[in-house]
Nanobody, 125 residues
Framework: VQLQASGGGLVQPGGSLRLSCAASGLTFSRSGNMGWFRQSSGKEREFVAAIRYNGYTFYADSVKGRFTISRENAKNTVFLQMNSLNPEDTAVYYC???????????????????WGQGTQVTVSS
């Protein structure tokens, strides 16, 4: 599985960004979990959102109601729509894939075997 993340940038507080993650080697609609994680300076990588092959979605409490994860099966692409961004959302965002699609581990970064290169999101005025 190869993943290519894009869409990061600099945005003012309250603004929006949409991240994309294009995948090859995995068919989303048939199997697997796709997740977004983030890591800011001096902190561990943390779970942001995930979507399973059957469309079920999961969110960290810190982003629930502001972020939306979705997918476009025809393009094998997963998106993360981020609204109402605040400075605490500043981080490098990574997409990840777990072809096994295990429900109980969907929030655990060490269960994802494939990672994209990361895209920087900076929220600042």
């Amino acid at each position: 599985v190869q993943l290519q993340a894009s869409g990061g940038g600099l945005v003012q507080p309250g603004g929006s960004l949409r991240l994309s993650c294009a995948a090859s080697g995995l068919t989303f609609s048939r199997s697997g979990n796709m997740g977004w994680f983030r890591q800011s300076s001096g902190k561990e990588r943390e779970f942001v959102a995930a979507i399973r092959y059957n469309g079920y979605t999961f969110y960290a409490d810190s982003v629930k109601g502001r972020f939306t994860i979705s997918r476009e099966n025809a393009k094998n692409t997963v998106f993360l729509q981020m609204n109402s961004l605040n400075p605490e959302d500043t981080a490098v965002y990574y997409c990840a894939a777990d072809p096994r699609g295990i429900l109980s581990t969907v929030r655990l970064p060490d269960q994802y075997g494939s990672w994209g290169q990361g895209t920087q999101v900076t929220v600042s005025s």
